[in-house]
Each structure stands twice: as C-alpha cells, then as structure tokens.
C-alpha cells in the first residue's frame, strides 16, 4: 500500500499512520524518498494515538520549516 500513498504524494513530504506499516513498507519508502522526508509511523490499533505520537508527528512538521 506505500506506493499508492508515495504515488499520492508526488513528491511532496507526507507521514503516514497507520497499524499496518511493515518493513517492507518502509523499505519500499525509503528507497524511494529522501530520509526523514514521509516517516511511516505504526501506531498500535489497541491503543490508538497517545501523546507520543502526536510529540513526534509535530517535531517532523516543525522540522520541515517552509519546506512543506
């Protein structure tokens, strides 16, 4: 499914979340993008986000400036 989601994107930085990220997906990914440009955040379907996840999510954006 990363590549319909990279695909989507057309170049622009994005993160995905999701609780069926696997190794595959992210190495599809990061053979096909910049680092630390589309993390792929797997997010456990019991629990759902926690703050963590959110504290993270904020930092890449943050990160990315007035890049995107």
Do not use: K
Request: no cysteine; aromatic share 10%; proline share 4%.
């Amino acid at each position: 499914m990363a590549q319909y989601v990279v695909a989507y994107a057309a170049g622009r930085p994005f993160a995905r979340i999701d609780d069926e990220i696997t190794d595959r997906n992210r190495e599809w990914v990061a053979a096909r993008r910049a680092a630390g440009d589309s993390p792929l955040r797997w997010i456990d379907p019991a629990v759902g986000l926690v703050r963590t996840d959110f504290d993270a999510l904020a930092a890449w954006a943050e990160g990315r400036g007035s890049d995107g």
